[in-house]
């Protein structure tokens, strides 16, 4: 048990051979049995050298050691759902010595990725998707009758997505050879199975318990004692069978559950399974952050950590550094939308609040707090959540929405077809909008702008500061009709949140800097990267706020006036701001050269959050460098007249 980060790394003997490629089974039983502590200080102490997720890491490595010796990996295929708690993976797969690389610029993934290693069978960073994704594997092994096995791992909060259970469905209807591990670190499933389990789950589903039940639950209420005790007996036994009795009358094999930690009968039973036929279900227990006091009594406050920094000593003679100047402290953005919440909420009763298992992460904590009758987390099930606000929305609430922008990608048939399509009141609060850093291109917020501005009926705002989201947000949920804020990760420049919400008018923007020959048209949180460029080139810059509608009068206005316009946006210019202000110089026949700043057409990887942005060219010194050296040429204006501009 570790109550610390170690510092120095640790003495691993066993786990060094495997790094250096020897093989699980050549390991003596000693060996063996001292990998899981070896791994554990390991993956500690790579922890706090490099920061990422851990928690759910800690809790696997027993499962992870057991699944490496008994499976012919990577032949055998493992695949891991969400991939946070695949650091012990990584670690038992040849990438030990860059593991304080992970979630950096140019280092591992903090996921696994099919590009980094042939044991990462499946590119993963959402939920809910390992066990159509190893179905799909073990159906194209069984035609061309390859005997390799395949091996999904679930955790029991990715497992409540639907579509993990369209996965389970199929796959009990078609029967593949495939096993299933649900990683159960909560014991939100009970606990109890087996022969006993089957018997009863036989006995509920016939016609004569059922006839039985019903005439019991006749008589014996009207003696209350009795009444009572039938009803807690029930329950429990319930209680007993559930899980075994859903995953059995899907079509799977049930066994479980077992302690995961337990590395002996892990690996026992696994051999035992491996060569089943059809698709087995194995029901593992484990505790997230196991091995480490702090994590283990805080898994969610340690379900990741920063990189652990280590204070130099000081020599006797040595003063210590001066304490820093004080600063006004900067919100995060998900905490200027947690205090709104709570503010909206408190003078408007119907307002509803829904977060896909986002609490946390969206800044909800005290508005669940505080109002727990009107908060809805529904785990991991993004689609559901969009019609759920919208069943709400046609009954009279204020649904809002508190999702990732990356998320939000899950619903989006439900975000036209049920929310859309019938203009129903949902305010979307995006979160995580544009580059999001470490988490790398399966979290970036880098298409909502695109995929939201398509959709009629949507309003679409972008804020520049914490002030204007928290206005914005006001505004969007007095809006009658889908609206949308979207917001970055991290903290704002610091501005001063105003404690009175004012409704701003939609589709106005706000001229911050009058200048001449180029305008900067801004759309959210890079503002301050153009008022950089601006005040260097002495531009024109613009908080354009709303994407959708746009401030179409001032826009043309400063196509008029202007020999060229810039758009800047944390998004894909595919389709992004800077397209819609296009399509609205060509809509009124305008000609003005136009450049857009925005994120290329391709996947941005991992690394730091600013870097990202400067890799990017969504800075002010890209804009700045690129006007600097654009080429001059000449159009034709008239007959009489040379028009002499820059061009894009």
Same mark, same amino acid.
């Given at each position: 048990?570790?109550?610390?980060?170690?510092?120095?790394?640790?003495?691993?003997?066993?786990?060094?051979?495997?790094?250096?490629?020897?093989?699980?089974?050549?390991?003596?039983?000693?060996?063996?049995?001292?990998?899981?502590?070896?791994?554990?200080?390991?993956?500690?102490?790579?922890?706090?050298?490099?920061?990422?997720?851990?928690?759910?890491?800690?809790?696997?490595?027993?499962?992870?050691?057991?699944?490496?010796?008994?499976?012919?990996?990577?032949?055998?295929?493992?695949?891991?759902?969400?991939?946070?708690?695949?650091? +012990?993976?990584?670690?038992?797969?040849?990438?030990?010595?860059? *593991?304080?690389?992970? !979630?950096?610029? @140019? $280092? =591992? #993934?903090?996921?696994?990725?099919?590009?980094?290693?042939?044991?990462?069978?499946?590119?993963?960073?959402?939920?809910?998707?390992?066990?159509?994704?190893?179905?799909?594997?073990?159906?194209?092994?069984?035609?061309?009758?390859?005997?390799?096995?395949?091996?999904?791992?679930?955790?029991?909060?990715?497992?409540?997505?639907?579509?993990?259970?369209?996965?389970?469905?199929?796959?009990?209807?078609?029967? +593949?050879?495939?096993?299933?591990?649900?990683?159960?670190?909560? *014991?939100?499933?009970? !606990?109890?199975? @087996? $022969? =006993? #389990?089957?018997?009863?789950?036989?006995?509920?589903?016939?016609?004569?318990?059922?006839?039985?039940?019903?005439?019991?639950?006749?008589?014996?209420?009207?003696?209350?004692?009795?009444?009572?005790?039938?009803?807690?007996?029930?329950?429990?036994?319930?209680?007993?069978?559930?899980?075994?009795?859903?995953?059995?009358?899907?079509?799977?094999?049930?066994?479980?559950?077992?302690?995961?930690?337990?590395? +002996?009968?892990?690996?026992?039973?696994?051999?035992?399974?491996?060569?089943?036929?059809?698709?087995?279900?194995?029901?593992?227990?484990?505790?997230?952050?196991?091995?480490?006091?702090?994590?283990?009594?805080?898994?969610?406050?340690?379900?990741?950590?920063?990189?652990?920094?280590?204070?130099?000593?000081?020599?006797?003679?040595?003063?210590?550094?001066?304490?820093?100047?004080?600063?006004?402290?900067?919100?995060?953005?998900?905490?200027?939308?947690?205090?709104?919440?709570?503010?909206?909420?408190?003078?408007?009763?119907?307002?509803?609040?829904?977060?896909?298992?986002?609490?946390?992460?969206?800044?909800?904590?005290?508005?669940?707090?505080?109002?727990?009758?009107?908060?809805?987390?529904?785990?991991?099930?993004?689609?559901?959540?969009?019609?759920?606000?919208?069943?709400?929305?046609?009954?009279?609430?204020?649904?809002?929405?508190?999702?990732?922008?990356?998320?939000?990608?899950?619903?989006?048939?439900?975000?036209?077809?049920?929310?859309?399509?019938?203009?129903?009141?949902?305010?979307?609060?995006?979160?995580?909008?544009?580059?999001?850093?470490?988490?790398?291109?399966?979290?970036?917020?880098?298409?909502?702008?695109?995929?939201?501005?398509?959709?009629?009926?949507?309003?679409?705002?972008?804020?520049?500061?914490?002030?204007?989201?928290?206005?914005?947000?006001?505004?969007?949920?007095?809006?009658?009709?889908?609206?949308?804020?979207?917001?970055?990760?991290?903290?704002?420049?610091?501005?001063?949140?105003?404690?009175?919400?004012?409704?701003?008018?939609?589709?106005?923007?706000?001229?911050?800097?009058?200048?001449?020959?180029?305008?900067?048209?801004?759309?959210?949180?890079?503002?301050?990267?153009?008022?950089?460029?601006?005040?260097?080139?002495?531009?024109?810059?613009?908080?354009?706020?709303?994407?959708?509608?746009?401030?179409?009068?001032?826009?043309?206005?400063?196509?008029?006036?202007?020999?060229?316009?810039?758009?800047?946006?944390?998004?894909?210019?595919?389709?992004?701001?800077?397209?819609?202000?296009?399509?609205?110089?060509?809509?009124?026949?305008?000609?003005?050269?136009?450049?857009?700043?925005?994120?290329?057409?391709?996947?941005?990887?991992?690394?730091?959050?600013?870097?990202?942005?400067?890799?990017?060219?969504?800075?002010?010194?890209?804009?700045?460098?690129?006007?600097?050296?654009?080429?001059?040429?000449?159009?034709?204006?008239?007959?009489?007249?040379?028009?002499?501009?820059?061009?894009?």
């Amino acid at each position: 048990m570790f109550d610390e980060l170690p510092i120095a790394r640790p003495s691993t003997p066993a786990l060094d051979k495997i790094d250096q490629g020897v093989d699980f089974s050549q390991l003596s039983e000693d060996e063996l049995q001292a990998l899981p502590d070896e791994l554990r200080s390991y993956l500690l102490y790579s922890a706090g050298q490099s920061g990422g997720h851990f928690g759910a890491g800690l809790g696997v490595v027993e499962l992870t050691i057991a699944l490496h010796r008994v499976f012919d990996t990577p032949r055998d295929r493992i695949v891991w759902d969400v991939g946070h708690q695949a650091y +012990p993976h990584k670690i038992l797969t040849g990438r030990m010595q860059r *593991m304080n690389t992970i !979630r950096q610029a @140019g $280092g =591992l #993934a903090g996921f696994p990725k099919r590009s980094e290693s042939e044991y990462d069978t499946f590119g993963v960073g959402h939920s809910s998707t390992s066990i159509s994704a190893a179905m799909g594997m073990a159906l194209a092994a069984a035609r061309e009758n390859d005997p390799r096995r395949v091996v999904a791992v679930i955790g029991d909060g990715a497992i409540t997505g639907g579509m993990a259970f369209e996965a389970l469905a199929h796959a009990g209807d078609v029967r +593949p050879n495939m096993l299933v591990i649900l990683n159960d670190n909560q *014991m939100s499933i009970g !606990r109890n199975t @087996g $022969g =006993l #389990a089957k018997y009863f789950a036989k006995i509920w589903a016939s016609k004569t318990y059922i006839s039985m039940r019903e005439g019991g639950k006749r008589a014996l209420k009207k003696i209350k004692p009795a009444w009572d005790l039938a009803k807690r007996t029930e329950e429990h036994m319930k209680g007993m069978v559930a899980p075994g009795t859903l995953f059995e009358e899907l079509g799977w094999h049930y066994i479980g559950p077992i302690d995961g930690h337990d590395l +002996p009968q892990l690996v026992q039973t696994l051999e035992n399974m491996r060569d089943l036929k059809g698709p087995q279900f194995l029901h593992v227990l484990t505790m997230k952050g196991k091995g480490y006091s702090p994590a283990e009594a805080d898994p969610i406050g340690f379900h990741a950590i920063n990189k652990l920094e280590i204070k130099p000593t000081l020599e006797a003679d040595e003063a210590p550094p001066p304490p820093p100047i004080p600063t006004l402290k900067k919100v995060k953005y998900q905490d200027v939308f947690g205090q709104w919440l709570c503010d909206m909420a408190a003078v408007d009763d119907r307002l509803l609040a829904i977060t896909p298992a986002m609490c946390e992460g969206s800044g909800m904590v005290t508005y669940a707090q505080q109002y727990p009758e009107r908060f809805f987390d529904v785990a991991i099930a993004e689609q559901h959540a969009v019609t759920l606000a919208a069943g709400m929305a046609c009954e009279g609430a204020k649904p809002v929405v508190a999702i990732y922008s990356t998320f939000l990608q899950r619903a989006y048939d439900q975000l036209i077809h049920d929310v859309a399509i019938q203009k129903l009141d949902v305010t979307f609060a995006i979160d995580r909008a544009g580059l999001v850093g470490q988490d790398g291109p399966t979290h970036h917020g880098a298409f909502d702008i695109s995929y939201l501005r398509c959709i009629p009926n949507m309003v679409i705002g972008a804020p520049s500061d914490e002030n204007e989201c928290r206005q914005m947000l006001y505004t969007a949920y007095r809006h009658a009709g889908p609206a949308a804020i979207r917001y970055p990760r991290g903290t704002g420049p610091g501005s001063l949140i105003e404690e009175t919400m004012t409704e701003l008018p939609i589709g106005k923007a706000v001229l911050v800097r009058p200048g001449q020959g180029v305008a900067i048209l801004n759309f959210g949180a890079l503002f301050s990267e153009a008022m950089k460029a601006g005040e260097e080139l002495d531009a024109t810059v613009v908080d354009m706020r709303w994407i959708k509608p746009l401030d179409e009068e001032l826009i043309l206005e400063l196509a008029s006036s202007h020999d060229l316009l810039i758009t800047l946006e944390e998004n894909a210019v595919a389709g992004g701001a800077g397209s819609a202000v296009a399509e609205l110089l060509c809509r009124n026949d305008i000609l003005c050269p136009i450049k857009h700043f925005g994120i290329a057409d391709n996947f941005i990887e991992h690394g730091n959050q600013a870097a990202l942005r400067e890799e990017s060219l969504i800075s002010a010194d890209a804009i700045v460098t690129y006007i600097q050296n654009r080429p001059l040429i000449s159009l034709k204006a008239s007959a009489n007249d040379t028009v002499v501009y820059h061009a894009s």
